[in-house]
Protein backbone atom coordinates (compact mmCIF):
# COMPACT_ATOMS: atom_id res chain seq x y z
CA UNK A 1 0.00 0.00 0.00
CA UNK A 2 0.70 3.51 0.16
CA UNK A 3 2.35 5.34 2.87
CA UNK A 4 3.58 8.55 4.16
CA UNK A 5 4.54 9.34 7.29
CA UNK A 6 5.19 12.20 9.44
CA UNK A 7 5.11 13.43 13.24
CA UNK A 8 2.34 14.95 14.16
CA UNK A 9 3.18 17.85 16.09
CA UNK A 10 6.45 19.50 16.64
CA UNK A 11 7.05 22.34 19.10
CA UNK A 12 10.26 25.06 18.48
CA UNK A 13 11.19 28.40 19.98
CA UNK A 14 10.82 31.41 17.86
CA UNK A 15 14.13 32.86 16.30
CA UNK A 16 15.08 29.22 16.03
CA UNK A 17 15.18 25.62 13.67
CA UNK A 18 13.22 22.95 13.01
CA UNK A 19 13.08 20.07 10.75
CA UNK A 20 9.98 18.51 9.60
CA UNK A 21 10.84 14.77 8.39
CA UNK A 22 8.77 12.82 5.82
CA UNK A 23 8.95 9.34 4.82
CA UNK A 24 7.31 7.89 2.03
CA UNK A 25 6.11 4.45 0.05
CA UNK A 26 4.16 4.98 -3.03
CA UNK A 27 3.52 3.17 -6.34
CA UNK A 28 5.68 5.59 -8.67
CA UNK A 29 6.82 9.06 -7.62
CA UNK A 30 7.26 12.03 -9.55
CA UNK A 31 8.00 14.70 -7.05
CA UNK A 32 7.48 15.54 -3.59
CA UNK A 33 5.40 18.37 -2.59
CA UNK A 34 5.38 20.47 0.79
CA UNK A 35 2.43 22.65 1.92
CA UNK A 36 2.08 24.84 4.23
CA UNK A 37 -1.77 24.90 6.13
CA UNK A 38 -3.15 27.50 8.72
CA UNK A 39 -6.18 26.65 10.49
CA UNK A 40 -9.23 27.15 8.43
CA UNK A 41 -7.93 28.15 5.26
CA UNK A 42 -6.47 25.53 2.57
CA UNK A 43 -2.97 24.66 1.72
CA UNK A 44 -0.56 26.78 0.05
CA UNK A 45 2.88 25.52 -1.84
CA UNK A 46 5.93 25.77 -0.15
CA UNK A 47 8.28 23.44 -2.61
CA UNK A 48 8.71 20.76 -4.89
CA UNK A 49 11.48 17.87 -5.07
CA UNK A 50 11.68 15.47 -7.81
CA UNK A 51 15.73 15.20 -7.84
CA UNK A 52 17.86 14.24 -4.68
CA UNK A 53 19.35 17.16 -2.90
CA UNK A 54 18.70 19.85 -1.17
CA UNK A 55 16.21 22.91 -2.31
CA UNK A 56 16.73 26.17 -0.77
CA UNK A 57 14.10 29.00 -0.73
CA UNK A 58 14.73 31.86 1.27
CA UNK A 59 13.96 30.88 5.33
CA UNK A 60 12.89 27.40 3.84
CA UNK A 61 14.42 24.40 2.23
CA UNK A 62 13.43 20.94 1.57
CA UNK A 63 15.67 17.97 1.00
CA UNK A 64 14.77 14.41 -0.84
CA UNK A 65 16.55 10.91 -1.05
CA UNK A 66 14.69 8.85 -3.53
CA UNK A 67 16.41 6.14 -2.32
CA UNK A 68 15.42 6.08 1.39
CA UNK A 69 12.29 7.45 1.15
CA UNK A 70 12.79 10.32 2.92
CA UNK A 71 12.73 14.07 2.66
CA UNK A 72 12.46 16.88 5.40
CA UNK A 73 11.33 20.56 5.59
CA UNK A 74 13.70 23.04 7.17
CA UNK A 75 12.48 26.30 8.47
CA UNK A 76 15.44 28.90 9.82
CA UNK A 77 14.91 31.62 11.73
CA UNK A 78 11.23 30.88 12.77
CA UNK A 79 8.52 33.45 13.09
CA UNK A 80 5.36 33.24 15.30
CA UNK A 81 3.33 33.36 11.65
CA UNK A 82 4.86 30.02 11.11
CA UNK A 83 2.85 28.41 13.73
CA UNK A 84 0.76 25.72 11.03
CA UNK A 85 0.17 22.79 10.08
CA UNK A 86 2.72 21.29 7.39
CA UNK A 87 1.82 18.78 4.79
CA UNK A 88 3.67 16.20 2.75
CA UNK A 89 2.75 14.94 -0.61
CA UNK A 90 3.69 12.61 -3.11
CA UNK A 91 2.71 12.73 -6.39
CA UNK A 92 2.55 9.05 -7.81
CA UNK A 93 2.20 7.17 -11.29
CA UNK A 94 -0.47 8.66 -12.12
CA UNK A 95 0.25 12.09 -11.06
CA UNK A 96 -2.62 11.88 -8.29
CA UNK A 97 -0.84 13.35 -4.86
CA UNK A 98 -0.69 11.24 -1.53
CA UNK A 99 -1.07 13.12 1.07
CA UNK A 100 0.69 12.62 4.88
CA UNK A 101 -1.31 13.78 7.82
CA UNK A 102 0.37 16.74 8.39
CA UNK A 103 3.28 18.14 11.09
CA UNK A 104 1.23 20.80 13.72
CA UNK A 105 4.22 23.16 13.94
CA UNK A 106 3.85 24.92 17.41
CA UNK A 107 6.24 28.08 17.49
CA UNK A 108 6.76 29.73 21.55
CA UNK A 109 8.28 32.68 22.20
CA UNK B 1 -1.23 32.89 -12.61
CA UNK B 2 -3.24 29.60 -11.67
CA UNK B 3 -5.93 31.40 -9.38
CA UNK B 4 -8.92 28.90 -8.56
CA UNK B 5 -11.95 30.46 -6.43
CA UNK B 6 -14.36 28.50 -4.66
CA UNK B 7 -17.83 29.89 -3.73
CA UNK B 8 -19.43 30.16 -1.07
CA UNK B 9 -16.61 30.68 1.32
CA UNK B 10 -18.80 29.52 4.40
CA UNK B 11 -22.69 27.96 4.18
CA UNK B 12 -24.98 27.27 6.95
CA UNK B 13 -27.92 24.85 6.01
CA UNK B 14 -30.13 22.56 7.72
CA UNK B 15 -30.85 18.72 7.79
CA UNK B 16 -32.09 17.33 4.75
CA UNK B 17 -30.96 20.14 2.05
CA UNK B 18 -28.38 20.39 -0.75
CA UNK B 19 -26.07 22.33 -0.52
CA UNK B 20 -23.85 23.16 -4.28
CA UNK B 21 -20.09 24.38 -3.54
CA UNK B 22 -18.79 26.05 -6.84
CA UNK B 23 -15.07 25.97 -7.98
CA UNK B 24 -13.48 27.79 -10.69
CA UNK B 25 -10.22 28.21 -12.32
CA UNK B 26 -10.22 31.88 -13.27
CA UNK B 27 -6.83 32.39 -15.18
CA UNK B 28 -6.36 28.56 -17.09
CA UNK B 29 -8.03 25.50 -18.50
CA UNK B 30 -8.54 22.93 -15.74
CA UNK B 31 -8.98 19.42 -17.13
CA UNK B 32 -8.80 17.57 -13.70
CA UNK B 33 -10.51 18.71 -10.89
CA UNK B 34 -9.90 17.09 -7.03
CA UNK B 35 -12.66 17.31 -4.45
CA UNK B 36 -11.21 16.89 -0.88
CA UNK B 37 -12.82 16.81 2.22
CA UNK B 38 -10.97 17.74 5.90
CA UNK B 39 -12.22 17.55 9.54
CA UNK B 40 -10.50 19.16 12.09
CA UNK B 41 -7.01 18.31 12.50
CA UNK B 42 -7.26 15.83 10.29
CA UNK B 43 -4.93 15.72 6.95
CA UNK B 44 -7.05 16.28 3.44
CA UNK B 45 -8.81 13.08 2.13
CA UNK B 46 -9.60 12.96 -1.45
CA UNK B 47 -13.31 12.31 -2.14
CA UNK B 48 -13.28 12.32 -6.09
CA UNK B 49 -11.82 13.63 -9.26
CA UNK B 50 -13.35 14.87 -12.28
CA UNK B 51 -12.37 15.60 -15.74
CA UNK B 52 -14.20 17.84 -18.10
CA UNK B 53 -16.99 16.59 -19.80
CA UNK B 54 -16.70 13.05 -17.82
CA UNK B 55 -17.97 11.58 -14.74
CA UNK B 56 -16.21 11.73 -12.03
CA UNK B 57 -13.75 9.32 -10.08
CA UNK B 58 -14.74 8.53 -6.41
CA UNK B 59 -12.91 7.22 -3.96
CA UNK B 60 -13.42 4.57 -1.65
CA UNK B 61 -15.70 5.14 0.82
CA UNK B 62 -17.42 7.96 -0.90
CA UNK B 63 -20.63 8.17 -1.70
CA UNK B 64 -21.37 9.74 -5.65
CA UNK B 65 -25.36 9.45 -4.66
CA UNK B 66 -24.55 11.81 -2.41
CA UNK B 67 -21.69 14.19 -3.51
CA UNK B 68 -22.51 15.25 -6.77
CA UNK B 69 -19.90 16.23 -8.69
CA UNK B 70 -20.04 18.14 -12.48
CA UNK B 71 -17.04 19.09 -14.88
CA UNK B 72 -18.92 21.20 -16.95
CA UNK B 73 -16.93 23.14 -18.64
CA UNK B 74 -13.00 23.58 -18.42
CA UNK B 75 -13.14 26.63 -16.24
CA UNK B 76 -15.96 24.88 -13.64
CA UNK B 77 -16.33 22.30 -11.59
CA UNK B 78 -19.25 21.54 -8.87
CA UNK B 79 -19.94 19.71 -5.77
CA UNK B 80 -23.52 19.16 -4.75
CA UNK B 81 -23.23 17.49 -1.23
CA UNK B 82 -27.50 16.28 -1.31
CA UNK B 83 -29.49 15.45 1.57
CA UNK B 84 -27.11 16.72 4.16
CA UNK B 85 -26.33 15.94 7.54
CA UNK B 86 -24.60 16.91 10.73
CA UNK B 87 -21.64 14.61 9.95
CA UNK B 88 -21.08 16.32 6.73
CA UNK B 89 -19.98 19.47 8.15
CA UNK B 90 -16.57 19.57 7.34
CA UNK B 91 -14.03 21.79 5.19
CA UNK B 92 -14.24 21.24 1.48
CA UNK B 93 -11.53 22.19 -0.90
CA UNK B 94 -11.26 21.65 -4.27
CA UNK B 95 -7.84 22.04 -6.47
CA UNK B 96 -7.71 22.40 -10.40
CA UNK B 97 -4.73 20.67 -12.24
CA UNK B 98 -4.57 21.92 -16.26
CA UNK B 99 -2.45 19.88 -19.05
CA UNK B 100 1.35 20.36 -19.02
CA UNK B 101 2.73 22.97 -16.42
CA UNK B 102 2.59 26.47 -16.15
CA UNK B 103 6.41 28.04 -16.47
CA UNK B 104 8.33 27.64 -13.47
CA UNK B 105 6.02 25.58 -11.44
CA UNK B 106 6.03 21.94 -10.80
CA UNK B 107 4.55 19.52 -13.62
CA UNK B 108 0.77 18.01 -13.01
CA UNK B 109 0.69 20.44 -9.65
CA UNK B 110 -2.68 21.32 -8.30
CA UNK B 111 -3.71 24.44 -7.48
CA UNK B 112 -6.11 25.00 -4.25
CA UNK B 113 -9.35 26.94 -3.75
CA UNK B 114 -9.01 28.57 -0.57
CA UNK B 115 -11.97 26.40 0.70
CA UNK B 116 -15.56 26.13 1.68
CA UNK B 117 -16.61 25.80 5.11
CA UNK B 118 -20.17 23.75 5.61
CA UNK B 119 -22.12 23.43 8.64
CA UNK B 120 -25.33 21.11 8.72
CA UNK B 121 -27.44 21.89 11.54
Known amino acids: GQNIDQPTEMTATEGAIVQINCTYQ??????LFWYQQHAGEAPTFLSY??LDGLEEKGRFSSFLSRSKGYSYLLLKELQMKDSASYLC??????????WGAGTKLIIKP | GAVVSQHPSRVICKSGTSVKIECRSLDFQATTMFWYRQFPKQSLMLMAT?????????EQGVEKDKFLINHASLTLSTLTVTSAHPEDSSFYIC?????????????????FGPGTRLTVT
Open chain 2, 50 to 58: SNEGSKATY
Open chain 2, 95 to 111: SARGEGSISYRPPYEQY
Open chain 1, 26 to 31: TSGFNG
Open chain 1, 49 to 50: NV
Open chain 1, 89 to 98: AVMDSNYQLI
